[in-house]
Nanobody
Framework: QVHMVESGGGLVQTGDSLRLSCAAS????????MGWFRQAPGKEREFVAA????????KYADSVKGRFTISRDNAKNTVYLQMNSLKPEDTAAYYC????????????????????WGQGTQVTVSS
């Protein structure tokens, strides 16, 4: 069982940056594909980014590509999401998640493929 805690959310203005962190414990962190998802009020949870077990490969939603960067530090059991050029439409609760399946499968973009979830951290971008 993996326990994850997100941090780094907050209230920022359009164009600002934030770095989210997700610290994991209770499992072998390097054995999991890690992902970030977000959910805005009244909307379904959506994929943001995923990173392979070694950190060498990444996937992004089109809406964040070029602005967000996912990375991981297996020595610190932590995954990060660097968010630049934030927009009001990025406002959401952000969740980190861990999955045991393949990074290369299409379901790495699907929330249903992930086995463990953090509690979320709120990001609010004002215009």
């Amino acid at each position: 069982q993996v326990h994850m805690v997100e941090s780094g959310g907050g209230l920022v203005q359009t164009g600002d940056s934030l770095r989210l962190s997700c610290a994991a414990s209770g499992g072998t962190f390097s054995s999991y594909v890690m992902g970030w998802f977000r959910q805005a009020p009244g909307k379904e949870r959506e994929f943001v980014a995923a990173v392979s077990r070694t950190g060498d490969y990444t996937k992004y939603a089109d809406s964040v590509k070029g602005r967000f960067t996912i990375s991981r530090d297996n020595a610190k059991n932590t995954v990060y999401l660097q968010m630049n050029s934030l927009k009001p439409e990025d406002t959401a609760a952000y969740y980190c998640a861990a999955k045991t399946g393949s990074f290369y499968s299409a379901d790495s973009r699907s929330s249903s493929a992930y086995d463990y979830w953090g509690q979320g951290t709120q990001v609010t971008v004002s215009s």
